[in-house]
């Protein structure tokens, strides 16, 4: 066994996050400490501060005396990370813009294309937080930021669902794609609608699916 302080609960954070990416835990699948703490070869310590912060972000919820479960997906859910995530983008563009560099518009443009182009819902995931992590940096909006990326990190059981939706590169939205090549024009307002047109209509297909399932479900 690891020593316990080998191990950090942000570790154990960062690991459960990767199983819930790579689709190990998947949403409605009971987390038990014990089973964590043998999986992640740790103490159970900081399996139970590490669950304890993964549920307080909305990513697991707690079961009583099971342990947690990966939050199930929800179409109100999205709906309203959506409509907040939308809110706090608005706010940082225009600030942002004045003080990125070319490097900056190349670099979140080629993490744009690794979001379409991957198979990897880790990959997607780290690449969309590393787009949005330039952008609102640039801002100087630290509070924004924080806000922006932990709803990134509730999204984390959704990005399994979004590969599946998706299932190749043809057929992905190109939000952040469409953004960034009318936002480093100057074009801040066009480059909001621009991706707020797309991502809305990904959030859409969301919600039809997630709707359909539990309706399956409800004829079972």
Same mark, same amino acid.
């Given at each position: /066994? &690891?020593?316990?302080? %080998?191990?950090?609960?942000?570790?154990? !954070?960062? @690991? *459960? =996050?990767?199983?819930?990416?790579?689709?190990?835990?998947?949403?409605?699948?009971?987390?038990?400490?014990?089973?964590?703490?043998?999986?992640?070869?740790?103490?159970?310590?900081?399996?139970?501060?590490?669950?304890?912060?993964?549920?307080?972000?909305?990513?697991?919820?707690?079961?009583?005396?099971?342990?947690? /479960? &990966?939050?199930?997906? %929800?179409?109100?859910?999205?709906?309203? !990370?959506? @409509? *907040? =995530?939308?809110?706090?983008?608005?706010?940082?563009?225009?600030?942002?813009?004045?003080?990125?560099?070319?490097?900056?518009?190349?670099?979140?443009?080629?993490?744009?294309?690794?979001?379409?182009?991957?198979?990897?819902?880790?990959?997607?995931?780290?690449?969309?937080?590393?787009?949005?992590?330039?952008?609102?940096?640039?801002?100087?909006?630290?509070?924004?930021?924080?806000?922006?990326?932990?709803?990134?990190?509730?999204?984390?059981?959704?990005?399994?669902?979004?590969?599946?939706?998706?299932?190749?590169?043809?057929?992905?939205?190109?939000?952040?794609?469409?953004?960034?090549?009318?936002?480093?024009?100057?074009?801040?307002?066009?480059?909001?609608?621009?991706?707020?047109?797309?991502?809305?209509?990904?959030?859409?297909?969301?919600?039809?699916?997630?709707?359909?399932?539990?309706?399956?479900?409800?004829?079972?």
């Amino acid at each position: /066994m &690891v020593d316990e302080n %080998s191990k950090t609960p942000d570790k154990v !954070i960062n @690991e *459960i =996050r990767a199983a819930i990416l790579d689709g190990i835990y998947e949403p409605g699948e009971r987390l038990m400490e014990a089973d964590l703490a043998a999986r992640f070869k740790v103490s159970r310590s900081p399996v139970r501060e590490a669950l304890q912060a993964l549920e307080s972000e909305g990513t697991l919820v707690a079961v009583p005396y099971s342990g947690a /479960m &990966v939050r199930p997906l %929800s179409p109100a859910e999205i709906d309203e !990370i959506a @409509e *907040i =995530r939308l809110t706090l983008i608005s706010l940082v563009l225009k600030p942002a813009h004045h003080y990125l560099a070319p490097a900056d518009f190349d670099l979140a443009y080629d993490l744009a294309k690794r979001i379409t182009r991957t198979k990897s819902a880790r990959e997607a995931f780290e690449c969309t937080r590393h787009f949005w992590d330039i952008i609102f940096k640039k801002a100087e909006r630290p509070i924004l930021g924080e806000m922006f990326r932990k709803l990134n990190d509730r999204m984390t059981r959704y990005y399994p669902f979004l590969l599946e939706l998706y299932p190749t590169p043809e057929s992905r939205p190109r939000q952040h794609e469409a953004m960034i090549e009318i936002y480093r024009k100057g074009k801040i307002d066009e480059a909001l609608r621009g991706f707020k047109k797309i991502y809305l209509e990904m959030v859409d297909d969301i919600v039809d699916h997630l709707d359909a399932q539990e309706s399956a479900k409800s004829f079972d």
